[in-house]
C-alpha cells in the first residue's frame, strides 16, 4: 500500500524525487497509454503506472475508459483525450 506520510524517496543514483500524486490506469499494450505517458511527462508530472490487466475489478472499472488518469489524494479522475495543459489544471 502507498505510504502517503513520504512525500519524497531516494530514486536511483541517490536523487530526490517526488513521490507521484497520480495514478495512470492502463495496461502494457494500451497504445493510447504510451501517448497519455507521453503528455504527463510533457506536464511535468510523476505519474505512477498501474496495470489493470492484473486485477478484474479495475478491468471492469476503466476496461472501455482507458487510459484514466486519477488523483491519489482526492480520487479524481481525468479520462483520455487530455493534453499537458489538462492535466496540470486537473492537478492545479
Request: proline share 2%; with cysteine.
Amino acid at each position: 500500500h502507498h505510504q502517503s506520510a513520504l512525500a519524497i524517496f531516494a530514486g536511483e543514483g541517490g536523487a530526490l524525487m517526488v513521490k507521484s500524486t497520480v495514478e495512470l490506469y492502463g495496461t502494457s499494450c494500451c497504445h493510447l497509454c504510451e501517448e497519455a505517458e507521453t503528455v504527463i511527462c510533457e506536464a511535468g508530472v510523476v505519474a505512477e503506472h498501474i496495470d489493470i490487466a492484473d486485477d478484474d475489478g479495475l478491468l471492469e472499472k476503466y476496461g472501455v475508459r482507458i487510459p484514466v488518469l486519477r488523483r491519489i489524494d482526492n480520487g479524481a479522475e481525468l479520462g483520455w483525450p487530455f493534453d499537458a495543459m489538462a492535466v496540470v489544471q486537473f492537478l492545479a
